[in-house]
């Protein structure tokens, strides 16, 4: 089962920032955070993934809270182009049986002209 | 770079039917990766492989279905005697040893049982 939370739905203005916010109040100290995104009818897209400290690359930034018990996936600058299923999802990157992803439903980003 | 390529894209088969789906990962890959995507929910886990071994299999994965990656390049996913249940977007995704963080999806192969 996922062991996040995720509003299941958010709508965000064009050009404006968006803020996709996750729960993950169970996480384990071995455990990342990962963001992935699926625009509709095509595969999973890797966005970001950070331990504790907060992380930013091309796509977005991710800000963990000190507890970890929870994050947000910022994209700074909307597009259309990023309306999406965006997932949130916690794993262990210690090897082993542990590769897979858990994906839960994630929150569907609505970006309005 | 080509990226991960699943064939076919879509299936359509009666009740019953056996079905054969192709994944094609990225070259240098050696982690493999099959999941299930029901509407509306988000992809299930599978079967993985490094290389040609079949590393873990999800309790999902009933023995109707099997799952082969024999010389660690391309896998197949075959389901015998398909139920209307098994319709669902199955998703292959491939990673590499050295960054096993990132995952890359294919477009899915897309199976409708009548």
């Known amino acids: 089962d996922a062991k996040t939370t995720q509003p299941p739905s958010m709508d965000c203005a064009e050009g404006r920032a968006a803020n996709l916010p996750c729960n993950h109040s169970?996480?384990?100290?071995?455990?990342?955070v990962y963001w992935y995104r699926q625009i509709h009818s095509q595969g999973p897209q890797y966005i970001i993934h950070g331990l504790k400290n907060n992380e930013t690359n091309e796509m977005a930034s991710l800000i963990i809270t000190e507890d970890r018990k929870s994050s947000t996936l910022i994209l700074p600058h909307a597009t259309l182009r990023d309306t999406a299923v965006y997932y949130c999802?916690?794993?262990?990157?210690?090897?082993?049986?542990?590769?897979?992803?858990?994906f839960g439903k994630g929150t569907l980003l609505t970006v309005n002209p | 770079d080509t990226g991960v390529s699943q064939n076919p894209r879509h299936k359509i088969t009666k009740r019953g039917q056996n079905v054969t789906f192709r994944c094609d990962p990225i070259?240098?890959?050696?982690?493999l990766y099959w999941y299930r995507q029901t509407l509306g929910q988000g992809p299930e886990f599978l079967t993985y492989?490094?290389?040609?071994?079949?590393?873990?299999k999800s309790r999902l994965l009933s023995d109707r279905f099997s799952a082969e990656r024999p010389k660690g390049s391309f896998s197949t996913l075959e389901i015998q005697r398909t139920e209307q249940g098994d319709s669902a977007m199955y998703l292959c995704?491939?990673?590499?040893?050295?960054?096993?963080?990132?995952?890359?999806f294919g477009p899915g192969t897309r199976l409708t049982v009548t």
């Open positions: 995704a491939s990673s590499s040893t050295s960054v096993s963080y990132e995952q890359y």
């Open positions: 070259s240098e890959h050696n982690r």
């Open positions: 999802i916690v794993r262990d990157n210690s090897g082993g049986s542990n590769y897979k992803l858990t």
């Open positions: 169970t996480i384990s100290g071995n455990e990342y």
């Open positions: 492989f490094q290389n040609e071994a079949q590393l873990e």
